[in-house]
Structure formats: structure tokens, C-alpha cells
């Protein structure tokens, strides 16, 4: 049977494509102790072999006519297995930089088409249950299949964030269509066990579809690889404290997120939604649950914060995301040039230290008259990069027109970590040479510019790697030691090996300098100087540092040497933001801050 066979299912599933089925009566799916002994055999021992058997079966079923309650007996049976190779597959692609390697990509794309074909056999089996009049009779398994196709059709979602993809076409459509079904019919107010039970609390329908709506809000191609999983673990928590509920096109809508249920898209804000529905629609209101992260954020005592699995940055980001409509201070431009750019905080230093040495240039500040670009594409600097003015706020850029916006873990840098990457030069750790390569710039290309930032086509390159949060030099074109800085705010993995990543110009000043503690403490031992960036806002006249993350904390008193080994005590007033690849803080000499308390 062609894998495209398909047939629409009639109303109460107008919409929704489910695949031609066959009269095969020698399948094990037709019998339930079959079924087990299959599980029993399958090699758990090896995921990727477990997967594609796993795989190659559920098609299978899903393509031959089955008893609606034995495909949901069978479904059941195999759904925690389904669930377990799952997550373990996902230790390929998650935690990790993009590009993924191919093996890797593949990996994701089975894992997400388990839990697709999962989903398909769930809904075959409720489509068949009403179309031959049996729901009445069997309201339990129908109940649990309802369950069943808006969790297996979250995971699919959950696995397209996790590697910045788009979701396959019609699943936000199918998701909305079969919660709007249970909920006409009540279905969704009544509690399923959970697949794998870990713990003792249960969900319905709208609880499960709720998660899908607010893991959706939480702009979820912004967040790091870590964040997405983190949220994902936790959203549960918060099931049942968002409001869902019905609303009329004729209200007045101040506060929450539009819910189109004719459409295949995720929930939008309702000062973005450029076009209101003409019908009924859901708002999910998001605001008992912020109050829930801003009395996390205000506990004085560990054992007080009731999300101690979010951290700080995460628990800011779904302030923002939920809390707010996205907002665009600066006006894009589509504008094609040529850029270079150094990846990482130890790549960007190198690459000044290096400049600095061939050219004994000291200072680095990216004037007016400075241009970017080739020969032929001259683009001034005041365009480049934020003016004194500008520079106060930012924004983060999104493609027009795209849907959704397709970030990556924070891996914290372990004492043992700094010490094994970085190379010792005499008494000092300098930026790490890997694989002993030279550091060099990168070409890249613009899709569109702000004043705020970019749009990038990523050099598509296996050993060139990004994450969201990522600290991004901007090479000046006239002047190798002079880099602007940003920070990449999202990914989004397109077909045909192509991927943009978001920037948001955060200085148009840096220089490199080395950094340590004032007192060494113990995790500190032995390494002497951290590779920093050293930064000013002259609008503010304000000194901000970049340091690697998890190194130092506000209050530190640090040294701060020069490439001419100039040395200066400074103190890490506040964070500005650590994004689990880097800190920055706002610093001021300790000189100036005793004269300030005198």
C-alpha cells in the first residue's frame, strides 16, 4: 500500500488524514499475547535497532484493518516501551550543538515519527469507534485513545522544538480538532493513567493539551536544548493552574493567548494576533502561573522556591514569553551582505589577543565610519551596530511570514572542564586552541538587519557549531581586532541543510582581557586567569564583563588584567545575564566603589 494512501475521516474529524488500510489477517497486532511475545523480543539493548523495528511494525499496523479495541489493546501494550527507547534516543540529539551530525539527525527524525505513527494508530481507532457507532459501548478505551493521540502528538511537537525544526504538516490542526471533539463530548475532564507512572497524579485530555498550548507560548525555538527538556519536565506542574477556557469573537481581550482551532498554528498572543477568529475560540490564560514563577523568584529560602528544577534565566524567559506579546523596537530591513564572525567567548578573545599583538592596538571601538561588508555592499556602522540611543534596549529578530520561530543547553563549565580545554602559557591559562587549529573567522551572510541585530544564513559547516545563547564576535571589515558582540537568541533548522540563527547586537565595543579572583578558592586552584571580554556602554557610562558561565558571582572582587598586563581590581556588581555558555555582569573598580561609599 502507498505510504501516501490516505482517506478523510468524516465529521466530527473533518480534517483529519488517516492511512488506507488492508485486509491482512496473519498479523501478530491481531492477538494481544502476540503482540507481548514481539515486545519480549526486541533487542532494548540496542536503541537504534529497537527503534527501527518499533517503527517498521506501527506503520505496519497502521496500514491493516484491526478491531478499534484490539488497536488500543495493542497500542497500550507497546506504548511504554514506545516511551522508554524514546527518551533514550533522545540523549543523541539533545545537549549537543547544531549542526547535528547526519547520523544523529536521523535518529531524531525516527524518534519523532514513533511518536507520529503512535499517534496515527490512536487515531484510527477513535475515528473507527465513531464512525461505526461504538462509543457509547466502549468509553473507557475511547477515552484513553483521545488521551493517547494529544500526548503522542505533543511529543511530536516537543521533538521538532528540540532540534529547532518545524512540526510536520497538520499536527497544531489535529491537535486542536480532537481536543475540540472531547470536548463537546466531556471526555476531557475525565483522568488517564499516565503511561509510565512517576508519581501519583493524573491527567485529562485538556490537561495534556494545555501542556502542548503552553509549551507552544513559551517560544520554545528561543530556548536552549537543556531549557526545552527542563520545561517540558516541569510544565506538569502547572496543568492545573492555567485557565482554558471558550471565548466570543465580540469580546474584549486584554490579557492571554488566541487559540484558533481552524487553523494549524500554535497559540499567539493576543496583541499579536493580527486577525481574531470569526467564530468561538480558547484563550489560555498564563497569569496564575507567572505569579507562581514570581514568587519563586522573590524566595529568600532554597526550600521555599516551589521550582528549584528552573533556573533563573529559564524562570525570566517564561516571564517574558508568557507574560508578554513579542515586540519589535527597531525596523528590519531585508538587506543581503557579507559578515565575519567568531563563534564563543575563548574564540573571540584569541582572535583580538592575536590582532592585538600583529597590530600592538589596544582599544577597541567601533566608530561611525566604519563599514561591513564587500567591496560593493558598504554598510555604515551606525546602521551595523546600536547608536548610544539605541543601545539601551533590544530586540530579537524573527523571519516575516514565518509561522513559528524554529535553543541549546546551558552546559556549565566545570573547574576540571577549564582545566583540561585550556592550554597553559607559562603562569597563565590563555583561550584554548582545539585540535590545535589557528582560530579564524567565518563567513556568513545576512537575510535581513535591524539596528537591533540580524537574521543569519549559518555557514552550514559540521565543525562550525551553534547554540542558542551562544556569544557571537562581528568582525569589523576594516579592522581584524575590532569585534562588535551578539548573542544568538534562535534557531531554525531548514530543509536542504540550511539554518538561520537570530542575533541581537548586545555591544559595539570589546576587548580582550584575562580575569581572576581576587582570593583563589578551591575550585579555583591552579588556574590562574580566565579569558574575558571587556566591554562599555559610553551612554551609560557603564563597564560590563564577559565571563565563562558558572565561574564567578556577584560580589566578586576580581583582577582584571590587559594585554600589556595592566592590572585592575574590579567587583561584579549585578548579572546581567548568563546564558549557560557565558556570564555577563556589570563591574566598577573597586577604587571608584570606595570612593563612591566614602
Known amino acids: 500500500m502507498s505510504q501516501t494512501s490516505e482517506t478523510r475521516v468524516d465529521y466530527p474529524f473533518a480534517g483529519i488524514k488517516l492511512p488506507e488500510k488492508n485486509h491482512q489477517k496473519d498479523s501478530f497486532f491481531h492477538n494481544s499475547a502476540n503482540v507481548e511475545k514481539w515486545i519480549d523480543s526486541l533487542p532494548l539493548a540496542s536503541p537504534i535497532e529497537c527503534a527501527k523495528l518499533i517503527f517498521q511494525n506501527l506503520f505496519e499496523m497502521n496500514r491493516i484493518n484491526l478491531e478499534p479495541n484490539q488497536r488500543i489493546r495493542a497500542l497500550e501494550l507497546i506504548s511504554e516501551t514506545v516511551e522508554n527507547v524514546t527518551n533514550n534516543l533522545k540523549s543523541r540529539f539533545s545537549s549537543t550543538a547544531f549542526p547535528?551530525?547526519?547520523?544523529?539527525?536521523?535518529i531524531a527524525l525516527l524518534t519523532r515519527e514513533i511518536c507520529k505513527?503512535?499517534?496515527?494508530?490512536?487515531?484510527?481507532?477513535?475515528?473507527?469507534?465513531?464512525?461505526?457507532?461504538?462509543?457509547?459501548?466502549?468509553?473507557?478505551?475511547?477515552i484513553i485513545a483521545i488521551h493517547r493521540v494529544i500526548h503522542f502528538l505533543t511529543k511530536v511537537l516537543y521533538f521538532s522544538y528540540l532540534i529547532y525544526e518545524a512540526h510536520p504538516a497538520k499536527t497544531w490542526h489535529e491537535l486542536h480538532l480532537i481536543f475540540t471533539y472531547s470536548s463537546i463530548n466531556k471526555f476531557d475532564r475525565v483522568p488517564v493513567e499516565n503511561i509510565i507512572s512517576t508519581s501519583e497524579q493524573t491527567f485529562t485530555a485538556k490537561h495534556l493539551y494545555i501542556k502542548a498550548l503552553l509549551m507552544a507560548a513559551a517560544s520554545p525555538y528561543q530556548l536552549r536544548q537543556r531549557e526545552m527538556e527542563v520545561l517540558f519536565q516541569q510544565l506538569d506542574q502547572f496543568l492545573l493552574v492555567a485557565k482554558l477556557s471558550v471565548t466570543n469573537a465580540s469580546e474584549e481581550l486584554a490579557f492571554g493567548f488566541i487559540v484558533n482551532l481552524h487553523t494549524d498554528k500554535p497559540p499567539v498572543h493576543v496583541s499579536s494576533s493580527d486577525k481574531r477568529p470569526s467564530k468561538q475560540f480558547f484563550l489560555l490564560d498564563t497569569r496564575p502561573i507567572m505569579e507562581i514563577i514570581q514568587l519563586s523568584l522573590t524566595s529568600q529560602a532554597a526550600d521555599e522556591d516551589k521550582l528549584p528544577e528552573l533556573t533563573t534565566h529559564l524562570k525570566l524567559l517564561l516571564l517574558k514569553n508568557w507574560g508578554h506579546s513579542p515586540?519589535?523596537?527597531?525596523?528590519?530591513?531585508?538587506?543581503?551582505?557579507?559578515?565575519?564572525?567568531?563563534?564563543?567567548?575563548?574564540?573571540?578573545?584569541?582572535?583580538?589577543?592575536?590582532?592585538?599583538?600583529?597590530?600592538?592596538?589596544?582599544?577597541?571601538?567601533?566608530?561611525?565610519?566604519?563599514?561591513?561588508?564587500?567591496?560593493?555592499?558598504?554598510?555604515?556602522?551606525?546602521?551595523?551596530?546600536?547608536?548610544?540611543?539605541?543601545?539601551?534596549?533590544?530586540?530579537?529578530?524573527?523571519?516575516?511570514?514565518?509561522?513559528?520561530?524554529?535553543?541549546?543547553?546551558?552546559?556549565?563549565?566545570?573547574?576540571?572542564?577549564?582545566?583540561?580545554?585550556?592550554?597553559?602559557n607559562g603562569d597563565e591559562l590563555i583561550a584554548p586552541q582545539q585540535n590545535a587549529r589557528k582560530e579564524k573567522t567565518h563567513p556568513c551572510r545576512t537575510v535581513n538587519e535591524s539596528?537591533?541585530?540580524?537574521?543569519?544564513?549559518?555557514?552550514?559547516?559540521?565543525?562550525?557549531k551553534i547554540r542558542v545563547g551562544e556569544l557571537i564576535g562581528i568582525q569589523?571589515?576594516?579592522?581584524?581586532?575590532?569585534?562588535?558582540l551578539a548573542i544568538a537568541r534562535w534557531i531554525k533548522c531548514l530543509p536542504e541543510n540550511r539554518i538561520l540563527v537570530g542575533l541581537e547586537i548586545i555591544s559595539h565595543t570589546s576587548s580582550s582581557t584575562k580575569v581572576r579572583l581576587d582570593k583563589i578558592v578551591p575550585k579555583h586552584k591552579g588556574i590562574t586567569f580566565f579569558p574575558a571580554l571587556s566591554m562599555e556602554k559610553r551612554a551609560e557610562e557603564t563597564r560590563y564583563l564577559i565571563v565563562p558561565s558558572d565561574m564567578f558571582n556577584e560580589g566578586d572582587t576580581l583582577i582584571q588584567k590587559d594585554d600589556h598586563d595592566n592590572e585592575e581590581r574590579t567587583k561584579l556588581i549585578s548579572l546581567v545575564e548568563s546564558t549557560g555558555l557565558f556570564s555577563q555582569y556589570k563591574i566598577t573598580p573597586v577604587a571608584a566603589m570606595k570612593s563612591r561609599e566614602a
Open 100 to 106: 547535528l551530525l547526519e547520523k544523529n539527525h536521523k
Open 476 to 484: 569589523s571589515n576594516s579592522q581584524a581586532v575590532e569585534f562588535g
Open 327 to 424: 515586540q519589535r523596537h527597531y525596523v528590519r530591513t531585508q538587506l543581503n551582505f557579507d559578515l565575519d564572525i567568531a563563534v564563543g567567548l575563548n574564540e573571540i578573545h584569541q582572535l583580538i589577543v592575536s590582532a592585538n599583538e600583529n597590530n600592538t592596538k589596544k582599544s577597541l571601538y567601533l566608530g561611525p565610519s566604519d563599514s561591513l561588508g564587500n567591496s560593493n555592499e558598504t554598510l555604515q556602522r551606525s546602521s551595523l551596530f546600536l547608536s548610544e540611543e539605541e543601545d539601551k534596549t533590544h530586540s530579537v529578530l524573527s523571519l516575516k511570514n514565518y509561522n513559528e520561530g524554529p535553543a541549546e543547553n546551558g552546559t556549565f563549565l566545570s573547574t576540571q572542564k577549564i582545566e583540561r580545554d585550556l592550554q597553559i
Open 451 to 464: 539596528s537591533g541585530g540580524y537574521c543569519i544564513d549559518w555557514p552550514f559547516d559540521a565543525s562550525l
Open 117 to 142: 505513527e503512535m499517534a496515527i494508530g490512536y487515531k484510527s481507532a477513535v475515528a473507527d469507534q465513531i464512525q461505526t457507532g461504538s462509543v457509547k459501548s466502549n468509553q473507557q478505551p475511547h
